[in-house]
T-cell receptor, first 114, second 111 residues
Framework: DTEVTQTPKHLVMGMTNKKSLKCEQH?????MYWYKQKAKKPPELMFV???????INESVPSRFSPECPNSSLLNLHLHALQPEDSALYLC?????????????FGPGTRLTVT | DAKTTQPTSMDCAEGRAANLPCNHS???????VYWYRQIHSQGPQYIIH???NNETNEMASLIITEDRKSSTLILPHATLRDTAVYYC????????????FGGGTRLMVKP
């Protein structure tokens, strides 16, 4: 099973709301990732977790707060977002974080900030 | 990680082989060549990767030139469901080397 699941599929939130995106994998992968994809653009890396510890933060604004409660789960907490944060948010996982390991992506959460 | 260059778009007739080129002339010895594709509004899908040797799996074949400066992804019998954006990515082996997506090639498979 090479499935990464993400919930919700769609999310509409106001700029004062707090919401969370959830990602789950049961492949025993020890690296998990958050990407952001704007319309007609390629995905851009936001965060990397390796063995449940944050290893890379690509200068993401603090209104995005990642959390890795255990090796199977990855959350992205959202607070005080701006309309320009509207995008497809993708989660991925890989066996380890390194160049020889393929990443498996979830279907994404399409976020609209109003 | 080395920069990759791909054509912006390509067409392919259904049932024919789709050959997608990628140039990575500055690739270093420890950088893998990865291919992913993204069908409209879905998450990217891993296709194949290689370091030096040609690789084949159930989805595609990856042909890497001997000097490693370019590669070709081959979908042997393209179907309409193969219509997608295909990304070629050069990625170093170390943990600090990320998957950096470029513009990709938009492949349109036509009946």
């Amino acid at each position: 099973d090479t499935e990464v699941t993400q919930t919700p599929k769609h999310l509409v939130m106001g700029m004062t709301n707090k919401k969370s995106l959830k990602c789950e994998q049961h492949m025993g992968h020890r690296a998990m990732y958050w990407y952001k994809q704007k319309a007609k653009k390629p995905p851009e890396l936001m965060f990397v977790y390796s063995y449940e510890k944050l290893s890379i933060n690509e200068s993401v604004p603090s209104r995005f707060s990642p959390e890795c409660p255990n090796s199977s789960l990855l959350n992205l907490h959202l607070h005080a977002l701006q309309p320009e944060d509207s995008a497809l948010y993708l989660c991925a996982s890989s066996q380890e974080n390194g160049g020889g390991y393929e990443q498996y992506f979830g279907p994404g959460t399409r976020l609209t900030v109003t | 990680d080395a920069k990759t260059t791909q054509p912006t778009s390509m067409d392919c007739a259904e049932g024919r082989a789709a050959n997608l080129p990628c140039n990575h002339s500055t690739i270093s010895g420890n950088e893998y060549v990865y291919w992913y594709r993204q069908i409209h509004s879905q998450g990217p899908q891993y296709i194949i990767h290689g370091l030096k040797n040609n690789e084949t799996n159930e989805m595609a074949s990856l042909i890497i030139t001997e000097d490693r400066k370019s590669s070709t992804l081959i979908l042997p019998h393209a179907t309409l469901r193969d219509t997608a954006v295909y990304y070629c990515i050069a990625r170093g082996a170390g943990a600090g080397n990320m998957l950096t997506f470029g513009g990709g090639t938009r492949l349109m498979v036509k009946p």
